[in-house]
């Protein structure tokens, strides 16, 4: 068995931290210069030889600096004659890029996939991708996770009843359901149109909510444009009162002042794939370190890493309750420490 060594960029260190804490391994020290022509250079403080390297990066603004310290580590592991080579990407920012929806566009997505497997990854390690497409630009084995067991449990502990989970788009519809199933509640969706970027319009809701409490799901927020546009046609429809959850939450631009302050909703819960935002202390932030640290030490032992998902993900089976640890959620809300400059 080849030891294990682990390092992590800049994007996220207290999540490499907690992984590290976890799997039972120290994070190695990692080293980012930059030169006065505004070039990046890693180096890895460590030795990787015949060693499994996991490299933990979330693509976070600024994202590109982010895919490029990502990729300047892997290809330092492979250089330096690294056994196995995975790139641990909790968050893959790219993933929206998944198909040509306009004329003369990249599919940035495949693209960037390629740039990492062509810098030396030989495995990748990644949560809640956008569309599930993405998992097949990869040319290397992909363990893709999901945070929808982790948010369960947040949910578990309080009264459901009268409770519905609500889509924003009917693109998320299928994770809303299997998200639903694991709460023992109904599921609606908004039927959304995107304008722009941060423009979205949300014509009607499909599924009855009049009279119930919400449990808004998404996979990503980044300025919550679409969720606002669902908050008022959910109050139009006779909603009680919203919980927001994603698994990525950003909150770039003005998502904390349009989250933070709106009238219907109640609390707002994501989980640390990415750096929480400052100066928003009542975010609630569940952990998803154990579920990754599972996965690398199962990765690296050679055990499978769907089992990890029985019961939760409706493409693993078979179908069984799931049993997560109870340090999986973290109720107090985290620090700001290492949030990437947006």
Known sequence: MREMVVFSGSAHRQLAKDICDRVGVPLSPTSVQRYSND???VQ????????????IQPL?????????????????????????????IPHY???RSDK??????????????????????????TMAL????????????????????????????????STVVVSPDLGNAKTATQFARLLGVPVAA??????????????????????????????????????????????DAGC?????????????????????????????????????????PELQVCSIAQLFAEAIRRCHLGESVSSLFDGVDPAYAPPQQLVLPSDFTEHAPRSGDDHAPE
């Not at 890895?44 to 490299?55: I, S």
């Not at 580590?73 to 641990?88: E, H, K, N, P, W």
């Not at 992909?142 to 309080?158: C, K, N, P, W």
């Not at 941060?198 to 409490?213: C, L, P, Q, T, Y």
């Open 39 to 41: 070039c990046l250079q």
């Open 44 to 55: 890895l403080g460590a030795n990787c030889r015949q060693r499994d390297v996991y490299v």
């Open 60 to 88: 976070v603004p600024p994202t590109q600096e982010s895919l490029m310290e990502l990729l300047l580590m892997l290809d330092a592991a492979r250089g330096a004659s690294a056994g196995q080579i995975t790139a641990v």
């Open 93 to 95: 920012a790219y993933a």
């Open 100 to 125: 040509k929806d306009a004329s003369r566009i990249s599919i940035g997505g495949r693209l960037v996939a390629d740039l990492i497997v062509a810098a030396g990854a030989t495995r990748v390690i």
């Open 130 to 161: 956008h569309a599930p497409q993405v998992h097949g630009f990869f040319s290397v084995p992909v363990d893709h996770l999901t945070a929808i067991g982790v948010l369960a449990q947040y949910f578990r502990s309080r009264d459901l009843s």
């Open 190 to 235: 908004g039927s959304k149109r995107r304008l722009a970027d941060d423009r979205v319009v949300i014509d009607a809701i499909v599924g009855e909510v009049s009279g119930m409490r919400a449990i808004v799901l998404d996979d990503e927020i980044a300025t919550g444009g679409s969720i606002v546009e669902l908050l008022d046609r959910l109050q």
């Open 240 to 280: 009680r009162g919203v919980s927001v959850a994603c698994t990525h939450g950003l909150f770039v631009g003005p998502a904390v002042q349009r989250l933070s302050g709106h009238p219907a909703i109640t609390e707002v819960v994501t989980t640390d794939t990415v750096p929480a935002p400052a100066g928003w």
